[in-house]
C-alpha cells in the first residue's frame, strides 16, 4: 500500500469530484478513502445534565463579584464634589456683624468688619468621566460608529458624523475614568482599529484600540 | 456556525447576550443550553476524551460570561464561544504535552451500546480513527474534525478559523496520507 492517497483521491475525499469521476485504476484506492472519512463519528455527544448548573452557579458567583468590585470601585473613585451657598446680602451682614461682637465680647476688641461675599464654591476631588474625541479618515464612508466596552459594543448608539467633505468622521463621547477597548464600525459592518490609537489583541484574533482615560484633563485621539 | 433561533422562546443570542449584559444574569442559561451540546463533539473530537471535553465545554461557557462584555457582535455569539473553546482545546492540548500526559482515552466515547454483530467492523474502524486522530497535529484535526465530522464546508472553516482555504486544504490532505498510514490495518 502506498504511503499517500492520489492527487484525485483526495478531491473525491474533499467532495470535488465523485467516485464515478476517477479513472478505473483509483476507484479501488477511492474506496478505501471513503471508507476512511465514512468512519468519522458524527453522533451527538451527551455531556453531563449537572453541567447547566455548574455553568450557572460560577456565573452567579462572578457576577456577585463583578458587582461587589462596581459598588467598591464607585465607593472608591473620587468625583467632583460642588458645593454652592445662595445667601441674601443683609444676612452676611448680620452673620459677620453678630461673629464681630462675639469675637470682640470675647478678646475685648474691636474685630475688623467682614467683606460680603456673593457665594462660596468648593472644588474637590477629580472628575470621574472626561471628553474623548474619536477621529477617524474614511473617506469612502456612508456611515461611521464608534462602539467598545463603554457602549456593550452596540454598533448603533455612537454614531460619527461627517466634517465636511473632507472624509474626516468624528464624535466627542463622555467615557468614566479607566480603559476602554473600541473600534470603529465602518458602513454598519466593517470592524476597524482605530490608526492613530494603540491595538491589543482580543484573545479570538483581531484586534481593538485602547484608550486610556485618566482623571484629570481629557485625551484627543 | 451562525446564530440558533427558533427555540428557547424565540430569543436570539444577541438578545440574550444584552439581556444578561444589562444585569438579567439567569437569561444565560438559555446560552448554556442552546450550545453545550452543539459544541460537545468538536470538543470530545479534539481532545479524546468526554470528561476532559465537558471541563472545556463549561469553562468555555464561564469565560465567554466573564467576557461577555468584550463581545463586539452579540448576533455573532455563536462563533465567538467557538472560539473561545477551541483556544481552551489547543491549550488543553498544549497543558497536557507539557506535562507528558497524553490524551489517548476516546474508549469512552465509543462506550456504546449494544451494536449489531455486522456493524463490529464499522465500530473498530471508528474506533481506530478516533485513537488515529490522536496522532495528527492539532490543525489537521481540527481540519478533518470540522469538515468530517462537524460536515463544515473549507469556507466555513476558514470563517471560524481565521485559515485560508488553501492552507486548510494542505492540512486536509497531508492528514488523510497520516490517517491513510495509521490506519491501515482497518481499511
Known amino acids: ?221 | 456556525m451562525g446564530a440558533l433561533l427558533g427555540f428557547e422562546g424565540e430569543a436570539t443570542d444577541a438578545e440574550v447576550v444584552r439581556a444578561v449584559l444589562a444585569g438579567d444574569v439567569e437569561r444565560y442559561a438559555v446560552l448554556v443550553r442552546r450550545y453545550r451540546d452543539r459544541y460537545a463533539r468538536y470538543a470530545s473530537r479534539m481532545l479524546g476524551s468526554r470528561d476532559v471535553a465537558e471541563d472545556a465545554v463549561q469553562d468555555a461557557l464561564v469565560r465567554a460570561f466573564d467576557r461577555l462584555a468584550d463581545c463586539r457582535e452579540p448576533d455573532k455569539f455563536a462563533g465567538w464561544l467557538f472560539l473561545i473553546l477551541r483556544n481552551r482545546c489547543y491549550a488543553e492540548r498544549r497543558q497536557r504535552q507539557r506535562q507528558e500526559r497524553p490524551l489517548d482515552s476516546t474508549d469512552e466515547l465509543f462506550a456504546a451500546p449494544d451494536r449489531p454483530d455486522g456493524e463490529y467492523e464499522q465500530v473498530e474502524r471508528a474506533h481506530a480513527l478516533e485513537q488515529a486522530l490522536q496522532h495528527l497535529t492539532p490543525e489537521q484535526r481540527e481540519v478533518f474534525v470540522l469538515k468530517h465530522t462537524e460536515g463544515l464546508a473549507y469556507e466555513e472553516i476558514a470563517g471560524v478559523t481565521g485559515a485560508t482555504v488553501a492552507s486548510l486544504k494542505m492540512r486536509m490532505h497531508r492528514a488523510y496520507d497520516r490517517l491513510r498510514e495509521l490506519m491501515k490495518e482497518h481499511l
Open chain 1, 1 to 221: 500500500m502506498k504511503t499517500g492517497y492520489h492527487a484525485l483521491v483526495k478531491r473525491l475525499l474533499d467532495g470535488e469530484l465523485t467516485l464515478a469521476e476517477l479513472p478505473p485504476e483509483l476507484r479501488a484506492e477511492g474506496e478505501e478513502a471513503l471508507r476512511l472519512v465514512g468512519a468519522a463519528d458524527r453522533a451527538p455527544v451527551a455531556l453531563s445534565p449537572a453541567l447547566d448548573e455548574r455553568v450557572m452557579a460560577t456565573v452567579r458567583r462572578h457576577a456577585g463579584d463583578a458587582r461587589a468590585n462596581r459598588v467598591w470601585r464607585w465607593l472608591n473613585t473620587p468625583r467632583d464634589v460642588e458645593l454652592r451657598l445662595r445667601v441674601r446680602p443683609w444676612t452676611v451682614w448680620a452673620g459677620g456683624l453678630a461673629a464681630a461682637a462675639a469675637l470682640a465680647l470675647l478678646l475685648g476688641r474691636a474685630a475688623p468688619a467682614p467683606q460680603p461675599g456673593p457665594g462660596t464654591q468648593a472644588r474637590a476631588g477629580t472628575r470621574d468621566s472626561v471628553l474623548v474625541r474619536f477621529v477617524l479618515y474614511a473617506p469612502g464612508a456612508r456611515r461611521v460608529a464608534v462602539a467598545g466596552t463603554f457602549n456593550q459594543w452596540d454598533r448603533s448608539i455612537a454614531p460619527l458624523v461627517p466634517a465636511g467633505t473632507s472624509g474626516v468622521w468624528t464624535t466627542t463621547l463622555a467615557l468614566p475614568v479607566g480603559q476602554h477597548q473600541y473600534a470603529f464600525v465602518v458602513d454598519g459592518a466593517r470592524w476597524i482599529v482605530d490608526p492613530a490609537a494603540p491595538a491589543v489583541d482580543d484573545g479570538f484574533g483581531r484586534r481593538n484600540s485602547v484608550v486610556a482615560v485618566s482623571a484629570p484633563g481629557g485625551h484627543t485621539l
